[in-house]
């Protein structure tokens, strides 16, 4: 027998603006510490950052976000120049998180050396049209490696079919490659190939070099007050012992720099924390030197516009340059490039820095429209659906509109909700602050019907963590998210996700105060009221779907109901798909009505229907009388599954009466 396992049931989906992360693409976030790494934490002028934070503090699990940019945001972007040539560019990387935050990202080019023996002909041999590309986020600290790129079409290793794989690819930048088939794109830091091989014994005289740090500013001019000019420094002293491999010759290298400097009160003062760094890569001829210093997130460095130029000593000791070959070939960049900076027209012909967009910080409607168009495929996979900035004020003014075309938005949500078997929580514009306001809002503004969704009245008092002592009235989807997804794994999908155990945590309690009879009034028209009561604080206190208005007469009035029937369809399309293409006919049908029996009895002994036996419970029928010879002549099998759900009790009626004593 062919088993039917039961599909997840709250897997969240938010939809809106954050400080970082990809545009579009939909993201799975299993903490508020993976939303924090991936979209950048909580952002002022983003609702979702708040309400993702609400899902995983009420008992959610597991949710996507699809980042829709801001208003005229602008993505940072950077077209870095082939490295035989000063005018024709090589590629262009754009950040893929539109906004300010792309900024943040550097970028790190490494030539590529060819040959087993790094010292076999004396020359080192390069191929040109390969590189490795180092990606950072100085933000998130995340960093992405790409090794043997090249600029040759058709290649599996073509940097841009590799970059922008959606699957394996960076999560940062996308590269366009503008040189098909050309070098590659100029290396960054300062370069020198180490031509002659260490070699044993000690240096007879001391060898030195001259180091040069030269800085720029914001602007892109040079920064003398912030550079050092050449300083001589001595590396080995006579009778030291000589390094016996290129990575020993970089590590003393690279000491003696920032000794010297260090050494020098006034050559560090204008360097600050900053160090020089050194590097060999690929072989181990390549020696690279940057400029960097600390930065708050642990291993991440800060890397500054400014080169490190080495050079020969004008006189005292002998030129390292010159002992191990470091003077041909030498090319002098900024130590990394940062994506939207403008540098030497030598090495970036064009740069565009990334822009946060208007200052209220929402997206605009078509925006969200099409972001929630684009949810008609089969992934993401999710089940609850939350718009917080949909409601969010489009200015500073706390009583502002929401955007105009909300409603249209949620309907669009809606119909993909009730494709994906899904379910959609509505949150309630900031103008609706009163039971008056409630009313009007059900009933003439949110303008579609839906058993898929939801509708919660009002929003909730929180803390603002970037405010300490701060209370702010948000959306309530998030906290409601995962007040399901805790209903769900303590109890089942066919309980309401209300009552006095459907507490929300980390909430003060409802912006706006209830009575029972103002709750009647909202409660026939299909509003979700959040309440709070003593001993059990704040709660979700209402369990229709947006069809559940009791003018309706809706046979998907409650919520479990609703829930329960988009569970039951899911967990059988997808698990009875080993019966496409099997002989239409009893055998098959035998099967399916077994798969699903075993399915549903399961339910119900878990207490998701009504019913005291299986048969007041459900039925399940696959048969000829469901399967006529015209469907099977067109392909089609049919199972008919019915089930008697559970409605939730809604008022509980206590009457009471006196007892007289009878007569005698």
């Known amino acids: 027998m062919q088993t039917v396992a039961g599909a997840p049931t709250s897997v969240a989906l938010f939809i809106g603006p954050t400080r970082s992360g990809i545009d579009h693409r939909p993201t799975r976030c299993l903490s508020y510490g993976d939303f924090e790494r991936g979209f950048g934490g909580l952002w002022r002028t983003s609702s979702l950052s708040y309400s993702v934070l609400h899902f995983f503090a009420n008992g959610g699990g597991q949710a996507y976000i699809v980042r829709v940019p801001v208003e005229n945001a602008v993505a940072a972007a950077t077209t870095i ?159 030291d012992s000589r390094p016996t491999s290129p990575l020993a010759l970089v590590t003393r290298l690279v000491a003696a720099l920032n000794e010297a400097i260090r050494a020098k009160p006034g050559e560090a003062a204008k360097l600050g924390s900053a160090s020089i760094e050194g590097a060999v890569f690929e072989g181990g001829r390549c020696l690279r030197l940057r400029m ?168 909730v008092r929180v803390d603002d963590p970037l405010e300490p002592g701060t209370i702010i009235a948000h959306p309530p989807s998030g906290a409601v998210a995962g007040v399901i997804a805790r209903t769900d794994a303590q109890s089942g999908v066919w309980q309401a996700p209300a009552g006095t155990g459907a507490f929300l945590a980390g909430v003060y309690g409802p ?46 009035k409650y919520i479990p109901v609703r829930r329960t029937a988009s569970y039951i369809l899911r967990s059988l399309s997808e698990s009875l798909r080993w019966a496409i293409h099997q002989p239409n006919g009893e055998a098959l049908w035998s099967q399916l009505r077994v798969s699903c029996t075993a399915f549903m009895n399961g339910l119900f002994r878990q207490g998701a229907f009504k019913g005291v036996s299986a048969r007041e419970a459900y039925f399940v029928a696959c048969d000829a009388s469901t399967t006529p010879q015209e469907d099977i002549d067109s392909g089609i099998v049919n199972i008919v599954v019915g089930f008697a759900p559970l409605k939730p009790a809604e008022f509980v009626v206590i009457s009471l009466r006196q007892i007289t004593q009878p007569t005698a």
């Open 81 to 239: 120049l082939r490295d035989d040539t000063a005018t024709q560019p090589s590629m262009v990387l754009t950040a893929l998180s539109s906004g300010g935050a792309g900024n943040a990202v550097f970028v790190e080019v490494d030539p590529f050396e060819i040959g087993a023996d790094p010292f076999a002909t004396g020359t080192p041999a390069h191929d040109k049209k390969r590189f490795t590309l180092t990606i950072l986020d100085s933000i998130s600290g995340r960093v992405e490696r790409f090794g043997g790129l090249t600029t040759v079409a058709g290649s599996p290793r073509s940097a841009d079919t590799v970059v922008n794989d959606p699957a394996t690819g960076s999560k940062l930048v996308e590269l366009q490659l503008t040189g098909v088939g050309e070098n590659g794109p100029q290396a960054t830091g300062t370069v020198h190939v180490i031509a002659k091989p260490p070699v044993a014994g000690t240096f007879t005289k001391d060898v030195g070099v001259t180091v040069a740090v030269s800085r720029r500013k914001a602007n892109g001019k040079p920064d003398a007050a912030a550079s050092t000019a050449a300083m001589e420094v001595t590396v080995y002293k006579t009778g």
């Open 511 to 556: 912006s706006a105060e209830l009575s029972d009879a103002e709750h009647g009034l909202l409660n026939p028209i299909a509003v979700n009221v959040i309440r709070r009561f003593p001993i059990y604080g704040s709660v979700a206190f209402g369990s229709r779907t947006v069809d559940g208005s009791n003018a309706l007469g809706s046979e998907w």
């Open 292 to 459: 960097s210093a600390p930065t708050s997130t642990p291993g991440v460095a800060r890397f500054h516009d400014a080169t490190v130029t080495l050079g020969a000593p004008a006189a005292g000791p002998l030129s390292l340059i010159d002992e191990y070959g470091l003077g041909a070939a030498a090319v002098s960049n900024a130590s990394r490039y940062q994506l939207g900076q403008s540098y030497d027209a030598s090495q970036v012909s064009a740069a565009t820095a990334g822009g946060d967009g208007e200052p209220h910080g929402q997206p605009t409607s078509d925006a969200f429209k099409s972001a929630v168009t684009s949810l008609d495929t089969p992934d993401p996979f999710f089940n609850l659906l939350c718009l917080p900035d949909l409601v969010r004020p489009r200015i500073s003014d706390a009583r502002a509109l929401h955007h105009s075309n909300a409603p249209t938005v949620y309907a669009e949500a809606a119909r993909i909700c009730a494709r994906k078997f899904a379910f959609l929580v509505v949150d309630p514009p900031p103008d609706v602050v009163d039971v008056g306001a409630a009313e009007a809002w059900k009933t003439q503004t949110i303008g579609f019907q839906s058993s898929h969704a939801g509708a919660w009245f009002p929003t």
